[in-house]
């Protein structure tokens, strides 16, 4: 009893927050298939326990999904890193987020040197989101809105990522897909989705490839405080 009391701060600090622990992590990301070392490094590098509240850091290295409280999730790192090395396959610079959350999807497309625009209905998440932004220096564009419709004023985008899933591809977000880019998205109901990846060519004919399955929160109307 003793000794459990006394390794658990220890447990909460630097311990399993540490380099190795990360490095645990990008491995286990690299046997589950993804291969691209840009992704892999900017993994390495974002201190995900920093997007999850401080009683959750201690399980911010685990390739799982956690509560980040309103209902909503910080998605599981293997997501993240396919739908980001998805994007990254047409190269490139701007690029669109829907549902920011905690933010750490749009921390690790900055991480990457992207130019990143990112949209959350729920201004609590946002403020927070902000906040880690500025503590990590990290230039994001963010906006309190339903990105439902997008940003319209600053598209095209060159990529685009829904992280909320919607029954179907929303029209609104592939307009404002540049020709030569690519959009990322969970299509399905609430028990299950498809990650589906959208291509635009340079003429804007669209083909779309499904992924791998997943399970997002739900793509809601609306914005809430
Ligand atoms: N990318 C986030 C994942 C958050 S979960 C991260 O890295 O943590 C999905 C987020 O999408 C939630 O925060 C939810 O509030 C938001 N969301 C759902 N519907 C939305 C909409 N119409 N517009 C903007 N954000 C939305």
Do not use: C
């Given at each position: 009893m003793t000794v459990r009391m006394r390794l658990q701060p220890e447990a909460i600090g630097s311990?399993?927050?540490s380099q190795r622990v990360r490095d645990r992590l990008v491995e286990r990301l690299r046997e589950k298939g993804i291969v691209d070392e840009r992704v892999l490094n900017a993994i390495r590098t974002?201190?995900?326990?920093?997007?999850?509240d401080e009683a959750l850091a201690t399980r911010a290295y685990e390739d799982t999904a956690l509560p980040i409280g309103q209902g909503q999730t910080i998605s599981q790192p293997w997501v993240v890193a396919k739908m980001t090395e998805t994007l990254l396959e047409t190269a490139p610079s701007k690029v669109l987020e829907i549902g920011t959350g905690s933010g750490y999807q749009a921390a690790v497309l900055a991480a990457l040197g992207l130019e990143v625009h990112t949209v959350e209905r729920i201004g609590e998440l946002l403020r927070t989101a902000r906040k880690r932004f500025r503590t990590l220096g990290l230039n994001v564009r963010s906006k309190h809105d339903d990105?439902?419709?997008?940003?319209p004023e600053n598209g095209p985008f060159d990529a685009i990522i829904v992280t909320a899933a919607a029954p179907a591809l929303v029209d609104a977000l592939t307009a404002q897909l540049a020709p030569g880019g690519t959009l990322v998205a969970p299509v399905g109901g609430s028990g299950g989705q498809s990650l589906m990846r959208l291509r635009k060519d340079a003429d804007g004919v669209v083909t779309q490839h499904d992924l791998a399955p997943v399970v997002f929160v739900p793509l809601l109307s609306g914005m809430v405080d």
């Amino acid at each position: 009893m003793t000794v459990r009391m006394r390794l658990q701060p220890e447990a909460i600090g630097s311990g399993m927050t540490s380099q190795r622990v990360r490095d645990r992590l990008v491995e286990r990301l690299r046997e589950k298939g993804i291969v691209d070392e840009r992704v892999l490094n900017a993994i390495r590098t974002v201190p995900r326990h920093l997007f999850v509240d401080e009683a959750l850091a201690t399980r911010a290295y685990e390739d799982t999904a956690l509560p980040i409280g309103q209902g909503q999730t910080i998605s599981q790192p293997w997501v993240v890193a396919k739908m980001t090395e998805t994007l990254l396959e047409t190269a490139p610079s701007k690029v669109l987020e829907i549902g920011t959350g905690s933010g750490y999807q749009a921390a690790v497309l900055a991480a990457l040197g992207l130019e990143v625009h990112t949209v959350e209905r729920i201004g609590e998440l946002l403020r927070t989101a902000r906040k880690r932004f500025r503590t990590l220096g990290l230039n994001v564009r963010s906006k309190h809105d339903d990105g439902r419709i997008g940003w319209p004023e600053n598209g095209p985008f060159d990529a685009i990522i829904v992280t909320a899933a919607a029954p179907a591809l929303v029209d609104a977000l592939t307009a404002q897909l540049a020709p030569g880019g690519t959009l990322v998205a969970p299509v399905g109901g609430s028990g299950g989705q498809s990650l589906m990846r959208l291509r635009k060519d340079a003429d804007g004919v669209v083909t779309q490839h499904d992924l791998a399955p997943v399970v997002f929160v739900p793509l809601l109307s609306g914005m809430v405080d």
